[in-house]
């Protein structure tokens, strides 16, 4: 059972254009949130994290929104750069377990 | 800071051999986390330790797959004996205890079985 969804296998944009990346999750306890970025050949990274309490964080040319009524995340790249392209997960956490539910992950590719 | 460190990087082993994957955690982390991510899937939690104790291995193939953290730091995960479908990185995380936690994950350990 997939508790955290990315539907978009693959995503292309242009270079100094928004990429828009989607996470939808079906656990009603997740309550803290995460995306990680991971190149091939390496570990995810840690990108940016959102608390339930809030449903906008922002960190530089990164912003993720949380629509905890739809059971949506979705992260903004503005402007995407070439060293963006990337795979991007989503994770989702009850804090009360400190147990992490990652999604199948979306590739970003930016086109220069 | 130092991050998590695994090794080894990538290794190659015939089916029904054994293989063994070591982990150290970030400085301080009590949660250590072996994630398994199979080509083209998200990571999928294998086993959870809380210091040296196991809070989840409800994943974990318990018929070939082990794993332990003595003394609540370095953690050791084995495959034995390993299958064609046990190809994957085997990502080992950490993080501190508490709410609002961030995990950290190490570089992998890339395993393919032939």
């Known amino acids: 059972d997939q508790q955290v969804k990315q539907n978009s296998p693959s995503l292309s944009v242009q270079e100094g254009r928004i990429s828009i990346l989607n996470c939808d999750y079906t656990n009603s306890m997740f309550d803290y949130f995460l995306w990680y970025k991971k190149y091939p050949a390496e570990g995810p990274t840690f990108l940016i994290s959102i608390s339930s309490i809030k449903d906008k964080n922002e960190d530089g040319r990164f912003t993720v929104f949380l629509n905890k009524s739809a059971k949506h995340l979705s992260l903004h790249i503005v402007p995407s750069q070439p060293g963006d392209s990337a795979v991007y997960f989503c994770?989702?956490?009850?804090?009360?377990?400190?147990?992490?539910?990652f999604g199948t992950g979306t590739s970003l590719t930016v086109i220069p | 800071e130092a991050g998590v460190a695994q090794s080894p990087r990538y290794k190659i082993i015939e089916k029904r051999q054994s293989v063994a994957f070591w982990c150290n955690p970030i400085s301080g982390h009590a949660t250590l986390y072996w994630y398994q991510q199979i080509l083209g899937q998200g990571p999928k939690l294998l086993i959870q330790f809380q210091n040296n104790g196991v809070v989840d291995d409800s994943q974990l193939p318990k018929d070939r797959f082990s794993a332990e953290r003595l003394k609540g730091v370095d953690s050791t995960l084995k495959i034995q004996p390993a299958k064609l479908e046990d190809s994957a990185v085997y990502l080992c995380?950490?993080?501190?205890?508490?709410?609002?936690?961030?995990?950290?994950f190490g570089e992998g350990s890339w395993l393919t079985v032939v």
């Open positions: 995380a950490s993080s501190t205890s508490g709410s609002g936690n961030t995990i950290y």
């Open positions: 994770a989702a956490s009850a804090t009360s377990s400190n147990q992490f539910y």
